[in-house]
């Protein structure tokens, strides 16, 4: 059974019903209501300061959840169309090349960013590709 995530709330379901699956609707978090859910091949468990960015097929951000403006200083408004690792200063960009070019999901990335007041943090990045149709992928940023 698939396992999705809320980047907003951090909440996990188990799609048992098939509501989170396969429907006419685009799936939203039964908790908070977030209107992405990332469907993991696994169960993930975040640090509780980690933030999450859900990207497109592009990389560009689409919604961005808690966590990510007590890191980075950026709120939504931000960061939403942007390119995230442009956004973000990451130090390197191969690991979400190659999330979004083979499919595979990357943990434990020891990276930096560039907060919005400038100054350098290091940051472990766990990324997610998603596996439906739209291609995006799913980027959690804890401090370390």
């Known amino acids: 059974m698939p396992v999705y995530i809320c980047p907003n709330c951090r909440e996990r379901s188990i799609d048992t019903d098939g509501v989170e699956g396969f429907s006419m609707h685009a799936p ?17 468990y ?8 859900v990207c497109d097929q592009d990389a560009r951000v689409l919604a961005v959840g808690r966590g990510v403006f007590e890191l980075t200083g950026y709120r939504e408004t931000d960061l939403i ?20 070019e083979w499919g595979v999901r990357r943990l434990g ?32 940023l804890s401090s370390r």
């Open 46 to 53: 975040p640090a509780p300061s980690t933030g999450f960015v």
């Open 109 to 140: 990335e020891q990276l930096e960013l560039r907060t919005r007041a400038g100054l350098t943090k290091p940051v472990l990045v766990d990324l997610f590709p998603a596996y439906d149709d739209d291609g995006g992928v799913l980027v959690a």
């Open 28 to 44: 939203q978090c039964r908790s908070c209501g977030f209107g992405f859910l990332f469907q993991l091949l696994e169960d993930y």
């Open 81 to 100: 169309g942007r390119d995230v690792a442009d956004a973000l200063a990451l130090s390197d960009t191969a690991p979400l090349q190659l999330v979004r």
